[in-house]
């Protein structure tokens, strides 16, 4: 608290034109305003269980404090997650928040070309609201957006999700959740009525057929694949991908197909199930909607298209369909490699239907289980304000607009009744001219954004950029006017939801430097200045914001109002939503839970759809003079994303190569007379970059592979968008290799 207040008492009072509380004030009753709250203090010497803040998996550590600072880590041996295990990542969670290169400070660009400088906080919210409020003035509500994260903590999501939309007056905003997730969000919205992932990690030691599509599980989700390993049914492993990776190498059964055949070969596969009779029809006929005009679909499939296509033939078909109807309990798992496509959405819905035909759910160790990405990607689906309205409701929906102002205590009239563009269509809103004003937290697009270069150009063109990040030197945040310094996983409280649908409890175990506050305070110091603070009077502190959250929840399937505070999350090792009042006493017996064990989904006839399309081609094919598809994906598991906080630790920069490399097949590489480790150019419609030779044959001939987590990757990559989720297509660009 002394930190906090010590940062804010370089606040002098708010200019005049800003109504509500003076600064002096919010120092002085924190509790309040919700400023510079923090939780109950550890013991000097102790352990607590904190949740991890890298991947989806959501894993328990202990954070080890020696004079009330954290000084080491180690798993969790209870935490239902992980079981006392952990990735490298894991192990260095701490190491990025000692890194030399963390914002302290607000720093203003007070010219265009000029050197950011710091300023006061006073100073950098003197600008926020006064250039997007100008823009607002001069071009309307409509021109200025933000760019979320699926990185921050649930409450601080919700909280900017309602501030913009409902205090600010800002109609536009995404998520970074975009680039991974949105795919299955729209396919299980279609399918089961809610955006409703149904299994827990369990489910992946009780499966006898476990089928991997898209997903390097023993790279991206390593703790994942241990639950396989722990498995004491002796599983069939089925991966199909169009890598050998280190998930096909490790499987007993690897289906190589040709990239971004997915959907010929889910379709034959499910043609291959119904002439065998390897179908569940009762309980298809019981618990589904649409499925004969499915069989009618699929049975153009032949098995000799199937195999021009995929490249995968009669026999391996058959053994595969024959490997899923001898299992008794068969989970099928994707991840980007599905998601990251033209057609994700439909891809993810064939998966669906393989589960739905089979009657592999609501079961042990089955179900159509979509693996997330980021650490608080469900937490943004649900309450980011972005995809939905606050708590998986419908901003078209006048009786949840009026629910969810009921709770808040706001006029109904604040929140909007559709929502605004999505992550590729504000960037394109940039370059139309639409959008002039920016708010991008805790993502660096400057990097990870498809088709890099136009989206820098897009950051140029604003008439103003805040970023609002740990670190100062992101590209992104080297293109902004205004830096706003905020704390990072474990210098702040919340909670993320992890993939499974598991609620856990991050704790404030480390303190923020200089004048670093975390994003809840931010946004509490914005809607003072702003003047929209008593709108917000309910979201004083983290857990506050969390009970409300809770109570938006009720009555929806991720209904999660048993839940009455931290204290139960960290008790419980975490809750699994959807948890009523009525469900809590069996939890202390029972914290694994899935979804579906009444086969009732969320459609109003409580039934699942079978929802199917035809194949489309990819939007830029190989051609004579780009003659090789480059696929992406990630490295090792040492890195993250944009390695912005990987790299800090120089342990995990050994477990990794420092330079951009790619891979190629042996013959590929004796045909261009390429060496192992050579330097090599290689070249898209977009850019030319130079990288290094891997000569492997875990790739196909025809085919290069690149780690997404380099900078230079996504100067290749061509920007193609699913249509129904608008998640980019990162996994398929045609390339050329200049020699």
């Known amino acids: 608290m002394a930190k906090i207040r010590a940062a804010l008492e370089k606040v002098i009072p708010p200019l005049q034109q800003w109504h509500g509380p003076k600064t002096s004030e919010l120092l002085r009753t924190p509790g309040k305003f919700g400023l510079g709250q923090v939780p109950e203090k550890c013991q000097p010497d102790a352990t607590t269980n904190v949740v991890c803040g890298f991947c989806s998996t959501g894993c328990g550590l202990n954070i080890h404090l020696k004079d009330g600072k954290a000084v080491g880590l180690t798993p969790s041996t209870d935490y239902p997650v992980n079981l006392g295990m952990a990735c490298p990542k894991g192990w260095e969670a701490l190491t990025p928040l000692e890194a030399d290169d963390r914002a302290t400070t607000p720093m203003i660009r007070k010219q265009r070309g000029g050197e950011l400088e710091p300023v006061s906080w006073e100073s950098a919210m003197s600008s926020f609201c006064s250039n997007f409020k100008n823009i607002q003035q001069e071009h309307g509500d409509e021109s200025v957006a933000f760019i979320s994260t699926g990185q921050i903590v649930t409450e601080e999501m919700a909280f900017l999700g309602a501030l913009a939309k409902f205090g600010m007056g800002i109609r536009h905003g995404d998520g970074n959740t975009r680039q991974c997730m949105a795919t299955s969000v729209v396919a299980y919205k279609q399918s089961f009525g809610f955006d409703a992932p149904p299994y827990t990690y369990q489910d992946f030691e009780e499966s006898d057929v476990i089928v991997l599509i898209g997903s390097n599980l023993c790279i991206a989700h390593p703790i994942m694949w241990q639950r396989i390993e722990r498995n004491k049914h002796n599983p069939e492993i ?426 190629i097949h042996p013959d590929d590489a004796e045909r261009l007379a390429i060496t192992p480790n050579s330097l090599i150019k290689v070249k898209s419609r977009r850019a030319t970059i130079e990288v290094t030779a891997s000569v492997t044959p875990s790739v196909f001939p025809g085919q290069l592979f690149m780690p997404m987590h380099y900078a230079k990757a996504n100067q290749l990559t061509q920007a193609s968008f699913d249509p129904y989720s608008r998640q980019p297509s990162y996994k398929f660009c045609a390339v050329e290799i200049v020699v």
Request: glycine share 8%.
């Open 238 to 663: 089925i991966v199909v991908d169009p890598r050998k990776t280190e998930t096909a190498v490790a499987a007993t059964q690897h289906f190589p197909i040709l990239p971004k055949s997915d959907l010929y070969f889910l379709y034959g596969l499910a043609r291959v199930l119904i002439e065998n009779g390897w179908v569940d029809e009762q309980w298809i006929a019981q618990h589904t909607n649409e499925y004969e005009a499915f069989c009618s679909h699929v049975q153009t499939f032949t098995a000799e298209q199937v195999e021009q296509q995929s490249g995968i033939t009669a026999e391996q078909m058959l053994k595969l369909a024959e490997t899923i109807h001898r299992g008794e309990r068969v989970s099928f798992w994707w991840t980007m490699g599905v998601n990251q496509s033209h057609e994700g959405v439909r891809t993810a819905q064939a998966i669906i239907n393989l589960a739905l035909m089979t009657g592999n759910i609501g079961r042990p160790g089955t179900g159509a289980n979509s693996i997330t990405g980021q650490c608080n990607a469900m937490g943004s689906r649900l309450f980011s304000n972005t995809t939905n309205l606050l708590g998986g409701h419908d901003f078209a929906n006048s009786e949840h607009r009026a629910k969810v102002a009921k709770i808040l205590e706001i006029d109904e009239d604040r929140i909007p009744r559709e929502l605004g563009m999505a992550y590729d269509q504000i960037v394109e809103g940039i370059h139309a001219g639409k959008i002039k004003g920016l708010w991008v937290l805790a993502t660096n697009g400057s990097h990870s954004w498809i088709h890099q270069e136009r989206y820098k150009e897009a950051m140029e063109k604003l008439d103003y950029l805040v970023v609002q990040d740990m670190y100062s030197t992101t590209e992104t945040a080297q293109q902004a006017d205004l830096i706003l310094p905020a704390a990072g996983w474990a210098e702040k409280d919340g909670v993320f939801i992890n993939s499974e649908r598991r609620i856990g409890l991050v704790k404030k175990v480390a303190e923020a430097p200089a004048e670093a506050l975390s994003d809840f305070n931010i946004f509490k110091l914005i809607s003072h200045y702003w003047g929209c603070a008593e709108m917000f009077k309910k979201w004083s502190t983290p857990e506050a914001t969390f009970k409300l959250l809770a109570e938006l929840s009720q009555d929806q399937p991720c209904d999660f109002s048993g839940v009455t505070g931290y204290r139960m999350v960290d008790d419980l090792g975490g809750v699994q939503w959807p948890c009523k009042p009525s469900d809590v006493a069996g939890l202390a017996s029972d914290n694994q839970r899935r979804l579906f064990t009444y086969n009732l989904f969320y459609h109003t006839d409580s039934k699942a759809k079978f929802i199917f399309a035809e194949p489309t081609e990819v939007a830029e094919p190989t051609s004579k003079e780009y003659p090789f598809v480059l696929l992406t994906g990630r490295g090792t598991s040492a890195q993250w994303h944009t390695e912005t906080r990987t790299k800090k630790s120089a342990v995990l920069r050994k477990l990794y190569p420092a330079s951009i490399y790619i891979e």
